[in-house]
């Protein structure tokens, strides 16, 4: 997705850094969890901390709820943050926040490293996303077992700082896989409190998912479990969680029509699906303002009048970009009629680079796309335009000129960048899309589907798009661009919170 960023204690007992009581605390009140919060800080080097605030669902969604928005629960992500947190006692200035209470947790630096580096986005990301060379990895040895122990704190902290800071009977969205220990353990400190957890990745099937020793499955399934409801991007992804939690836990699912549950230990978690789409109003004030306009300008007389195929991503193993590169290769290879007629805008912006496979990641598509300009490209023409530096504003440029988007992750959640295209794409766009991503659900009749990895297949789509009619592109762009729009992101948020508290 394209995002602008400026990206325990008993129930009833005090929170002891406030003096604030519960009961104090608003009825109705909702409170979300998440790793990521919605402000982050930058330190100067005279100590200075400026906060930069982000958007998105979430961040809507909470500030429509008006006396009902409670505390935001997030963790400090680097030094600037936890510089923030500390000096703001845990609960953060709202004049930094945009009047949210944000409580931002200073989790100890190796904590938050091995929870989050260590296991979420090298373990629990693997599986769900069916990232791992088996032969090779994952070994779970010593040393995973450490991690283990420090993603279990980082779950911790969480729950007790939501047990500290929920009303009675409080309403609590807990989000992502980073935190699926969080809905059982939050359960058991204040059952008071009406929780759900929301799974933003791909849910790994069965068999994947048992790559993880027994006690550890168990425990993440358990963990999600422990809360009221738990919601996913699409129904393959909710029966995929719920064919796990029958095989490796041996609960009882059954099937209600617009909700499964799962039942298990004498406890019943109902399962839901919402989509999230794409914010058109936004996109398209956004797309209309003049460093966009500026930056299209820029494009457009680099490209000239050649048709673009354009993709947006960041270096994520998962979002196949280095695929994406070999299949558009193997188009000029076939179909050399397309010389100098096209160019591939590819935006991949720089991702985990803390992590080594990441960094060679980053470094293999760049050496890709030099490759191909160097085996293809003339003193007129430059194949493939790669950017590596991330640019709203440019991002969106490129979404308006797009003739063709190309989106073939490996596996994704949802991917909101083949929604986001469609919606503001000016003269139509055929979008390639992946039957692995969670958007194809909802707009694979529209789209060109490939497997993501047939290198040949993605080719043909890549040159069925371009030779498309541009009627035919015309309609299927309207038809993509409604399906993409149906769930907006604060319409996706409260629908959460609606079905939560049925």
Not at 90 to 105: A, F, I, N, Y
Not at 401 to 430: F, H, Q, T, W
């Amino acid at each position: 997705m394209v995002t602008e960023r400026h990206g325990a204690e008993a129930p009833g007992t005090s929170d002891q850094r406030s003096g604030r009581q519960p009961g104090d605390r608003a009825p109705g009140q909702v409170l979300v969890a998440s790793n990521r919060g919605p402000v982050s800080y930058s330190l100067g080097e005279d100590g200075t901390l400026t906060a930069r605030r982000g958007g998105g669902g979430l961040v809507s969604g909470l500030s429509a709820l008006g006396d009902e928005a409670g505390t935001w629960v997030c963790a400090a992500l680097g030094e600037a943050d936890r510089e923030a947190a500390r000096r703001a006692g845990g609960t953060l200035d709202r004049e930094d926040t945009g009047g949210q209470s944000v409580r931002m947790l200073d989790i100890p630096a190796e904590t938050f490293d091995a929870a989050y580096n260590g296991i979420a986005n090298s373990v629990l990301w693997f599986v769900h996303h069916m990232l791992y060379q088996s032969p090779l990895e994952p070994v779970f040895d010593r040393g995973f077992e450490a991690r283990w122990e420090e993603f279990q704190r980082y779950n911790a902290a969480f729950a007790e700082a939501l047990a500290q800071e929920a009303a009675p009977g409080a309403t609590v969205l807990v989000q992502d896989y980073h935190l699926s220990l969080v809905p059982r353990l939050l359960h058991t400190l204040r059952p008071d409190l009406r929780v759900g957890h929301f799974s933003h990745t791909p849910w790994a099937p069965v068999d994947a998912f048992r790559l993880l020793p027994d006690p550890i499955a168990r425990q993440v399934l358990l963990g999600i479990l422990g809360g009221d409801r738990a919601a996913f991007l699409t129904w393959r992804w909710a029966e995929a969680f719920a064919a796990c939690c029958r095989e490796v836990l041996g609960a009882e699912v059954s099937d209600r029509g617009h909700e499964l549950h799962v039942s298990h230990d004498g406890h019943t978690t109902r399962i839901g699906v919402h989509g999230l789409g794409a914010d058109a109003a936004f996109l398209r004030e956004r797309s209309a303002r003049p460093d966009v306009d500026e930056r299209l300008a820029s494009l457009r007389e680099q490209i000239g009048d050649r048709r673009t195929v354009v993709r947006v991503d960041r270096t994520e193993l998962s979002k196949n970009i280095v695929r994406g590169l070999l299949a558009y290769e193997r188009l000029l290879e076939d179909h050399p009629e397309w010389h100098d007629r096209v160019v591939h805008i590819a935006f991949a912006y720089p991702s985990r680079q803390d992590l080594a496979i990441y960094r060679a990641y980053t470094e293999r598509v760049d050496e890709l796309a030099a490759a191909i300009n160097e085996r293809f490209g003339t003193a007129d023409w430059q194949p493939v335009v790669l950017h590596v530096k991330d640019d709203f504003a440019r991002s969106l440029a490129a979404y308006r000129m797009a003739d063709v988007a190309l989106v073939n992750p490996i596996r994704d959640g949802m991917n909101l960048v083949a929604k986001e295209i469609p919606v503001i794409s000016e003269e139509g766009c055929a979008l390639v899309l992946s039957r692995e991503a969670g958007a194809f659900e909802e707009m694979g009749d529209d789209a060109l589907a490939v497997n993501p990895y047939d290198i040949a297949g993605t080719a043909e789509a890549l040159h069925a798009a371009l030779v498309m009619p541009s009627g035919e592109r015309a309609d299927r762009t309207k038809r993509l661009a409604a399906a993409a729009t149906a769930l907006p992101p604060q319409s996706w948020f409260l629908a959460q919170l609606s079905a939560l508290r049925a």
